[in-house]
């Protein structure tokens, strides 16, 4: 189908062009569904323009002179064919005039543009899609989506593709997509939209080359709801393929595509939206919604990961018991991995669980190593493995394995500030700083970057600014986490009371719902009732807390001559 040279790839006529290296028709870079003989006939007209090409020709080169078929009705179908999708008349013609018994001229200007070198591409963002549905509630459909095309482009070999949580910070932006690019530094972009009505989905997307802002391809769909998998599997390797085409022409790109119950995946997708939010009642929902899709599709084996995920946050945050929300997250990730091994989600919280829960080094390292092998370009599969290494101790391991978070995730006000935490954990203060304060610039009120940030200006003396970023911290969230530390900052710079009374606040709350007892001994050591912090400490291991493991953090370096410091960390399984 293709114009064989000397004759150029791209040929522009009024709104339209013809790509004849793709095969494509398209009206102001949106392609255009055209049959294949039609596309044919058009593409010789293009080549000569202002000439009159006899339906002897046409029929030669297009339809073959030994072919016994109805060939006049063939070109005739064929003609009004392109005029209904030229928007042209054979009365008044702008672009095909018919000279009768005869053949066809193309009457309107063609600009023959030079053929162009394959752009390279090596780098890749999926802007969030617009939900064009009307109803924002919504939102979580057009948001999964997105993940979903991120995640099917993701598997591209030797493309870096953006992780959601950057990209997601530019829904609904007005910047221009050339700026977009710069920012997140990536050669292409992806932008689109979802409408869905009923059981109807429509999705339209474009892939467009950000440095010349200018359209490669673009695609659109419409399917019933229940074939959204396949959707998905049909979009992403579409557009894989024609990243393929400029980048690798050779490689082929397949995807094996599970058929999941339509019910049980929305109900994923809206579990997922709720446990992004990260507040104790959105998890619990997001839990609900998993067990939703779980009980439509018991071999789903995504949402067990999912739900993993939900209850390893519960008990990471404190928000429930250790020993109730862990073994529930280990439980489901085994089942997840029962059902599909390679369910990377899964690998990464039962590494979490081993490291958080169990104390299993070794287990945890396999887990964490597994789950980067099957998703090299998922910034969480890196950041866990990261954290690892930090925990343990491998400091220069743990900032180098960082690099790749932020090359896939550069502008997440999370990965940003858990780097702060790894270069607190290091040391390197003044290092950790910079990190958290450039999370900051993107969130403000981000509470995590506001904690660890206070935590490395505490080591450097600086306890009034640590104070003031602790309680702006404390006061944007209910964390008990971000109180005790408060407590301690106080009770380091002298105001004792205010000190004793978040402890007594603490242990009041404790009456009426979990309080990890861990948080309580931070705030015991900045007082320097350290018989009452390693009573509370050892309750803290008793409980299997996982902040227990913050005991080689440099916070509680004044501890490490302390006999019941070293017994407690040796039973943790953590590097002296």
Not at 38 to 57: A, D
Not at 142 to 154: K, M, V
Not at 413 to 425: A, E, S, T
Request: glycine share 6%; charged share 25%.
């Amino acid at each position: 189908m293709a114009l064989e040279p000397p004759y150029p790839a791209i040929l522009r006529f009024g709104l339209f062009e013809v790509d004849a290296r793709a095969g494509e028709l398209r009206k102001q870079g949106v392609r255009v569904k055209l049959q294949d003989q039609p596309f044919r006939v058009l593409t010789l007209l293009l080549k000569r323009p202002g000439e009159v090409v006899r339906r002897e020709e046409l029929r030669s080169q297009i339809w073959g002179s030994d072919m016994f078929i109805d060939f006049d009705n063939g070109l005739n179908t064929s003609i009004n064919k392109l005029r209904e999708t030229l928007g042209d008349s054979a009365d008044s013609p702008t672009f095909i005039e018919t000279l009768p018994r005869r053949g066809y001229k193309f009457i309107a200007p063609v600009e023959k543009l030079q053929s162009q070198h394959a752009p390279q591409i090596d780098s890749l963002a999926v802007l969030p899609l617009d939900n064009l549905s009307g109803d924002p509630a919504q939102e979580y459909f057009s948001d999964g989506l997105t993940e979903e095309l991120i995640c099917a482009l993701a598997t591209i070999p030797s493309l870096r593709v953006i992780s959601r949580t950057s990209v997601m910070l530019y829904k609904g932006s007005r910047k221009s997509l050339p700026a977009i690019a710069k920012e997140l530094n990536v050669d292409a972009v992806v932008e689109g939209s979802v409408s869905r009505s009923d059981q109807k989905l429509r999705i339209t997307v474009q892939l467009v080359l950000a440095r010349e802002d200018r359209h490669l391809w673009s695609g659109r769909y419409e399917r019933d709801l229940g074939e959204i998998l396949q959707l998905q599997a049909e979009l992403g390797k579409c557009i894989a393929h024609q990243v393929h085409k400029l980048v690798d022409p050779k490689h082929a790109h397949s995807e094996r595509v599970r058929q999941v119950h339509p019910q049980a995946y929305e109900a994923c997708l809206k579990g997922n939206f709720f446990r992004d939010k990260m507040t104790p009642a959105d998890l619990e929902k997001s839990i609900g919604f998993f067990n939703r899709a779980i009980d439509l599709d018991p071999a789903y084996a995504r949402a067990f990961g999912d739900l993993s995920r939900s209850y390893f946050y519960l008990g990471l945050f404190g928000m429930g018991s250790p020993k109730e929300m862990f073994p529930k997250a280990r439980a489901n990730a085994a089942k997840a991995l029962e059902l599909d091994e390679s369910v990377a989600s899964a690998h990464n919280a039962l590494a979490a669980v081993h490291v958080f829960y169990d104390w299993d080094w070794a287990a945890a390292e396999a887990e964490s190593k597994r789950a980067v092998e099957l998703s090299p370009d998922e910034p969480v599969t890196h950041a866990h493995f990261a954290d690892y290494l930090s925990i343990r101790g491998r400091h220069s391991e743990a900032v180098q394995a960082y690099n790749r978070v932020l090359e896939l995730d550069p502008i997440s006000r999370v990965h940003l500030g858990h780097l702060g935490l790894i270069l607190y954990r290091a040391r390197r203060y003044d290092d950790s700083i910079a990190q958290c304060r450039r999370a900051l610039e993107i969130d403000p009120n981000y509470a995590n970057a506001l904690w660890f940030l206070a935590l490395s200006l505490e080591q450097k003396g600086e306890l009034p600014e640590a104070i003031a970023y602790l309680e702006k911290a404390a006061s944007l969230s209910q964390g008990s986490y971000y109180q005790a530390q408060l407590g301690r900052a106080y009770a380091l710079a002298g105001e004792r009371a205010k000190a004793l009374d978040i402890l007594d606040e603490l242990n009041a709350v404790s009456q009426r719902k979990y309080i990890s007892p861990f948080d309580i001994a931070v705030v015991y050591v900045g007082l320097g009732d350290l018989t009452s912090a390693f009573k509370c400490l050892e309750e803290a291991y008793q409980q299997r807390v996982f902040r227990i493991i913050e005991l080689t953090m440099p916070m509680f370096d004044n501890l490490r001559s302390d006999p019941r410091w070293q017994d407690l960390v040796r039973r943790i399984g953590l590097s002296q």
